[in-house]
């Protein structure tokens, strides 16, 4: 079983970024497809991108395609999400999400965080 715990949300102006952290503990994160999600009240939990267990291999929702990166360290037990040019209509609670295989779809992730809040000002 593996803990995941999201940092780095907040309150920024649109064109502004944020990087979000994910923290692993308990069994090796380089173990699990790693995924970055997102929800807005009402709403069903959005894939945002996910990365391979070697970091080899990323997957973007075209929301997110050229301003968001994803990465991992494996010596650190972390994955980050790296968001560029925010618009209002990010504004969503994040979550990280640590799968078996790869996969778009939410209900493949077996572990997820607590998630944090990004804020897009207009």
């Known amino acids: 079983q593996v803990q995941l715990q999201e940092s780095g949300g907040g309150l920024v102006q649109a064109g502004g970024s944020l990087r979000l952290s994910c923290a692993a503990s308990g069994r090796i994160l380089s173990s699990y497809v790693m995924g970055w999600f997102r929800q807005v009240p009402g709403k069903e939990r959005e894939f945002v991108t996910a990365?391979?267990?070697?970091?080899?291999?990323?997957y973007y929702a075209d929301s997110g395609k050229g301003r968001f990166t994803i990465s991992r360290d494996n010596a650190k037990n972390t994955v980050y999400l790296q968001m560029n040019s925010l618009k209002p209509e990010d504004t969503a609670v994040y979550y990280c999400?640590?799968?078996?295989?790869?996969?778009?779809?939410?209900?493949?992730?077996?572990?997820w965080g607590q998630g944090t809040q990004v804020t897009v000002s207009s």
């Open positions: 999400a640590a799968a078996q295989r790869t996969s778009l779809r939410h209900v493949d992730y077996d572990y």
């Open positions: 990365i391979s267990r070697s970091g080899a291999d990323t």
